[in-house]
C-alpha cells in the first residue's frame, strides 16, 4: 500500500506522519488490496481538518473527511470512516445472496 501525507498551512511532521502510519496499519490491514492512500491534513483557524482518500484495484474509491479541535483526533476519525466505507464496499462486492 503507498501511503502518501500532504499538509496545508500545516507542517508534517515525524510524529504526525508515523501517527498515520501506525492509524493506517491498524484499521486497513484486513483489505489487502487497496493500493493506495493519500491523507490530506489542514489547519484553517481552530479547525483541523483531516482527509482520506483511498483507492483499490475494482474501482473502488472511498472519501472521508473529519473535522476537529485536534490534529490527531481528526486523523483518527477520517481513517476510521474510511475503514468503515471500505468494509461496506468490499461486502457489497462478496455479497453473493440471491435477491429476490
Do not use: C, W
Request: proline share 3%.
Amino acid at each position: 500500500m503507498q501511503v502518501s501525507v500532504t499538509g496545508r498551512h500545516v507542517e508534517i511532521t515525524d510524529g504526525i506522519r508515523d501517527h498515520v502510519y501506525r492509524k493506517l496499519q491498524r484499521e486497513l490491514d484486513d483489505f489487502p488490496r487497496i493500493t493506495s492512500v493519500h491523507v490530506i491534513l489542514a489547519v484553517e483557524k481552530h479547525r483541523h481538518i483531516a482527509e482520506v482518500v483511498a483507492q483499490s484495484p475494482p474501482h473502488i474509491r472511498v472519501e472521508a473527511e473529519a473535522d476537529m479541535e485536534n490534529l490527531y483526533l481528526a486523523i483518527d476519525s477520517a481513517i476510521e470512516r474510511a475503514a468503515r466505507q471500505v468494509r461496506r464496499q468490499m461486502e457489497k462486492l462478496h455479497d453473493y445472496r440471491v435477491r429476490q
